[in-house]
């Protein structure tokens, strides 16, 4: 709720300082349709002027249309999905509303429950673009998390896929330390780790829980790719490197399975460099399949209207 509160203060004063330029004529257009649904001008207006106050970088209009067109095409796909009908959405914005609608009371005899919301946004541009904007931030989170970001983590399969095929993209410059690193709250227990581990076979997948259970929490276990100066436990096991300064609770530590490599074997050995790649193919199919689904017809006449007034 607090943070909720926070986005409604400077939603409103961003509003108040936009009124001008999205009321300054009572017509408010279509400015395009997607999937037989009006997208009104001042909505597109409001959004055009709030990221350029936000960002450094300037978009023309016909730039940010295209970055508008994609966030509206997902907000289509999010509706189609049924995401807004869950009752957790329609709770939290129905909350939302009710704030965001306080300012406008005293204007109008209307008391503050939904039917308010539908006056307010046929009387208030401003009310209905910040409204539809929460509403529609929402949606484009959760059906963004769905297609991109959670899928991203969720699909092995097709990360490893995405690796095999772009490897060449992954190539180091310098060796790098794979393997794991074991810590220990002491040199004693960090010792007794390393026979415990010396004399058993323990799958991979198993070795978190297997130290776990024996140790509790005073040893732990990570597994860690790293090259010469990105790891100062790793530069001290692998490269020669000084013994690290000792810090925090865990006192000593040891390499255990581990290898110099000259170049990623699998895709867990680039696993955030791969991710934030893979969640950027994910993003790129899915917005051409979005653009093949859904149809958008763009009222040309009204974006050169908006150039002309903005003089681009």
Same mark, same amino acid.
């Given at each position: ?75 289509? /796909?999010?509706?189609?999905? %049924?995401?807004?009908?869950? *009752? ?6 129905? $909350?939302?509303? @009710?704030? &965001? ?72 410059? /310098?060796?790098?330390?794979? %393997?794991?690193?074991?810590? *220990? ?6 010792? $007794?780790?390393? @026979?415990? &581990? ?90 051409? $399949? ?23």
């Amino acid at each position: 709720m607090p943070q909720m509160k926070r986005y409604l203060i400077l939603t409103i004063l961003l509003a108040s300082v936009l009124f001008k330029a999205i009321a300054h004529t009572d017509a408010d257009p279509v400015l395009m349709t997607i999937n037989g649904e009006d997208v009104f001008q001042s909505e597109f207006e409001y959004l055009y002027h709030k990221n350029n106050i936000q960002v450094t970088k300037q978009y023309s209009i016909d730039e940010f249309l295209d970055m508008f067109i994609v966030y509206r095409l997902k907000v289509v /796909e999010a509706e189609a999905a %049924g995401i807004d009908t869950t *009752a957790t959405l329609r709770n939290e914005f129905t $909350e939302y509303c @009710r704030q &965001l609608a306080l300012p406008y009371l005293s204007k109008y005899n209307f008391s503050l429950g939904e039917e308010a919301f539908g006056a307010l946004s046929e009387k208030e541009p401003v009310f209905r673009n910040v409204m539809n904007e929460y509403r529609n931030g929402i949606l484009l989170f959760e059906i963004s998390n769905r297609h991109v970001w959670e899928k991203s983590i969720s699909d092995a399969n097709g990360r490893d896929n995405y690796f095999r095929t772009h490897k060449n993209d992954y190539l180091w410059n /310098e060796p790098h330390y794979k %393997g794991y690193i074991v810590y *220990a709250i002491n040199d004693s227990l960090a010792k $007794e780790a390393n @026979r415990f &581990l010396q004399s058993r076979s323990i799958p991979s997948d198993s070795l978190r829980t297997t130290i776990s259970k024996a140790f509790g929490k005073d040893v732990k276990i990570e597994r860690t790719v790293a090259g010469k100066g990105e790891h100062p436990v790793v530069d001290h096991i692998a490269f020669g490197g000084k013994y690290p300064e000792q810090k925090g609770r865990w006192k000593a530590w040891f390499g255990y399975q581990g290898r110099i490599i000259d170049t990623p074997e699998e895709a867990s050995d680039v696993h955030a460099q791969l991710t934030a790649d893979y969640q950027e193919h994910l993003e790129e199919n899915w917005v051409n $399949e979005l653009r093949g689904k859904y149809n958008v017809k763009i009222n040309h006449h009204v974006v050169d209207r908006l150039k002309a007034e903005l003089k681009q």
